[in-house]
């Protein structure tokens, strides 16, 4: 009997407790911050910055670490000015540097130019791009300058791949593009 008694009692006492919560708003917040966010616009004023000014922004005319402004504009002209880029990369770590830069091309380039660069990648034969013409025509004059103009500006049909390669790594392709088209004239 006595069990009976305090089984009822712990289920009652429960009931109480149970009917006293508010479902729409939880009762305690052990870690508020959790709950409500803080959120900051990127910009904005704020107190805890010092002076409360703004975020700060970089300073004028400063470049990325690592990072070296191309120079040349997207522009026909521009294109011409490349002629006259040549390779940066150590002639010593030729081989390795073609070696990195035919991977890079079998991943980035060889779907549409093809594996040999005669312009028969994958969507070139299924014809979902048409018109990508083999490195060893005869009316394209490319060299290593203007190859690396192409990967940073893109050119016709074909975007920009600056975003997905870095420096070296465009340099790298783009003398793997002309150990193709010498393959290709030989």
């Keep these: 009997m006595k069990n009976t008694l305090y089984t009822a009692l712990i289920f009652t006492g429960i009931l109480i407790l149970a009917s006293c919560q508010d479902k729409r708003e939880p009762n305690y917040q052990y870690m508020p911050n959790m709950y409500e966010p803080v959120g900051y616009e990127?910009?904005?004023?704020?107190?805890?910055?010092?002076?409360?000014s703004m975020a700060?922004?970089?300073?004028e005319n400063t470049i990325a670490r690592g990072a070296l402004p191309y120079g040349l504009e997207n522009t026909p002209e521009g294109k011409e000015l490349s002629r006259a880029l040549t390779s940066p990369l150590d002639s010593l770590n030729r081989e390795e540097n073609l070696a990195e830069g035919a991977a890079l091309y079998a991943l980035?380039?060889?779907?549409?130019?093809?594996?040999?660069?005669?312009?028969?990648?994958?969507?070139?034969?299924?014809?979902?791009?048409?018109?990508?013409?083999?490195?060893?025509?005869?009316?394209?004059?490319?060299?290593?300058?203007?190859?690396y103009h192409v990967i940073y500006y893109g050119q016709n049909a074909m975007g920009s791949y600056a975003t997905q390669l870095d420096e070296k790594e465009r340099w790298q392709v783009s003398e793997y593009v002309m150990k193709l088209k010498e393959d290709l004239t030989q």
């Design 42 to 52: 990127a910009y904005d004023e704020v107190e805890w910055l010092p002076g409360g």
């Design 56 to 59: 700060l922004l970089p300073a």
């Design 108 to 147: 980035y380039c060889a779907i549409c130019h093809g594996p040999k660069g005669d312009g028969q990648g994958n969507l070139v034969k299924r014809e979902k791009i048409l018109g990508v013409p083999s490195y060893a025509d005869p009316g394209r004059n490319i060299n290593v300058g203007t190859t």
